[in-house]
Nanobody, 124 residues
Framework: QVQLVESGGGLVQPGGSLRLSCAAS????????VGWFRQAPGKEREGLSC????????YYADSVKGRFTISRDNAKNTVYLQMNSLKPEDPAVYYC?????????????????WGQGTQVTVSS
């Protein structure tokens, strides 16, 4: 069955870094774009970044541009989100999601498969 499993979340100090991983199984990962989203308590799910199936195009929300970097390793069926310079406003549950071929921007409704999420906490 289709599975996306996030890992790498945790507690980090402001200014610190984390690398999230999204491991996929149960579908032909190479043909899918993967996006990262986050949702804080009481807020809507926010689209952060996306990488197309060939990694030829990427998308970043303004809130993370210049701080987060998305990449993929199709041999490992995994997409990564390197998060640097983490801020107090970054804490949330971070999710990965996939859709066919190309990114469609930040709308969660455009994505078909979702992981269960991983918690990121930024605190001193």
């Amino acid at each position: 069955q289709v599975q996306l499993v996030e890992s790498g979340g945790g507690l980090v100090q402001p200014g610190g870094s984390l690398r999230l991983s999204c491991a996929a199984s149960g579908f032909t990962f190479y043909y899918y774009a993967v996006g990262w989203f986050r949702q804080a308590p009481g807020k809507e799910r926010e689209g952060l970044s996306c990488i197309s199936y060939t990694a030829g195009s990427t998308y970043y929300a303004d809130s993370v541009k210049g701080r987060f970097t998305i990449s993929r390793d199709n041999a490992k069926n995994t997409v990564y989100l390197q998060m640097n310079s983490l801020k107090p406003e970054d804490p949330a549950v971070y999710y990965c999601a996939s859709r066919s071929y190309y990114c469609s921007g930040p709308n969660p409704n455009d994505y078909d498969y979702w992981g269960q999420g991983t918690q990121v906490t930024v605190s001193s």
